[in-house]
């Protein structure tokens, strides 16, 4: 049972950060924010842990090389994570922390919960053990819109037939991602596009959030009894239970989280009942800012994934 305790009100400013997921990447991303002090750091470290030149990630690798899953963790979270801290070096501080699959780690990492050398080390053997999962167990994911959970759920009911088909991503505004093996996913697909719905098949290398990860539980689990965990200096919100997150429910947490689907509406519905007023992501593509305007689209949003963007936002908090 994963620890969580309620989310009390934010502080005045209502500031959120978001952390990107993989989905996100795309080669360059992030390239000239690399001379900022904060990010540089971030990515040396990543460089020192994996024993790798991680920055060469963002700035050379081709599409394919970025989409792998040990790829794409890694430079997505080491963008976000130096975005954040840059951001929070400006006197631009989180009231509360929202990840986004991947991104829950990284979000644990700016709130002080994981330290960074631990979190690159973490997030590699993450990938590496999803990857495993993905190459036993093949999947893929699709996001479908226009559709609300209890048509979800009775999508994976009606074209399971047997093989995995679940929710795994509740992104809000009517977008849910679902995933499974190909054959369960493609009836998915047929039996939305029936009732005149779109779907959208999404660039990931295997069924992520769903029994399809399950081999990778246990391992993980093992890795987490070494890894240490404290309490965070702001709520960081898990994905699994849309609920601020506790040192000793973390462990549990993340290992739910490879099996079970992203709350995200949830979460942000939540936060901003606790009066969040600005949700800025940090990291690469948007994804997240524009899933805020799905399910709120008064809600303040902004993505910082570029040295204009990051200029911008700082200039723009500090007349504000």
């Known amino acids: 049972m994963v620890d969580a305790t309620p989310l009390e009100a934010l502080g005045p400013a209502g500031l959120v950060f978001m952390a990107s997921g993989q989905g996100s990447q795309k080669p360059g991303m992030g390239a000239d924010l690399l001379d900022i002090p904060e990010v540089a750091h971030t990515f040396a470290c990543a460089s020192e842990v994996l024993g790798r030149d991680v920055a060469a990630l963002v700035r050379e690798a081709d599409a394919e090389e970025l989409n792998d899953t040990r790829n794409a963790q890694i430079a997505i979270s080491a963008l976000s994570i130096g975005t954040g801290w840059a951001l929070m070096a400006r006197d631009i501080v989180p009231d509360a922390l929202l990840g986004f699959s991947l991104g829950q780690i990284s979000a644990m990492v700016l709130g002080g919960m994981l330290a960074e050398e631990d979190a690159f080390a973490l997030i590699a053997e993450r990938a590496r053990l999803m990857g495993e999962a ?67 098949r999404l660039a990931t290398s295997g069924a992520f959030h769903s029994p399809l990860m399950a081999s990778a539980a246990e391992p ?31 462990r549990d947490e993340l290992v739910a989280h490879l099996t079970s689907p992203v709350q995200f509406e949830t979460s942000v519905q939540k936060l901003q009942a606790a009066g969040a007023r600005q949700f800025t992501e940090v990291g690469f593509g948007g994804v997240l800012a524009n899933l805020i305007k799905r399910i709120d689209r008064s809600a303040p949003r902004a993505c910082v994934q570029d040295r204009p963007s990051f200029e911008a936002f700082v200039e723009e908090w500090k007349e504000n």
């Open 220 to 250: 993980f689990g093992a890795y987490l009894e070494g890894v240490e965990f404290r309490e965070s200096a702001v709520p960081v919100i898990g994905n699994v239970h849309a609920a601020p997150l506790t040192a000793p429910g973390a």
């Open 134 to 200: 993905a190459d036993a167990n093949p999947g893929v994911m699709s996001a479908f819109l226009k559709i609300t959970p209890e048509q979800a759920e009775e999508l994976a009911a009606t074209c399971a037939q047997g093989e995995v088909l679940v929710p795994a991503n509740m992104n809000g505004g009517g977008q849910i991602v679902m995933a499974g093996t190909p054959a369960a996913v493609s009836r998915a697909e047929e039996a939305w596009a029936a009732q005149k719905g779109r779907s959208s």
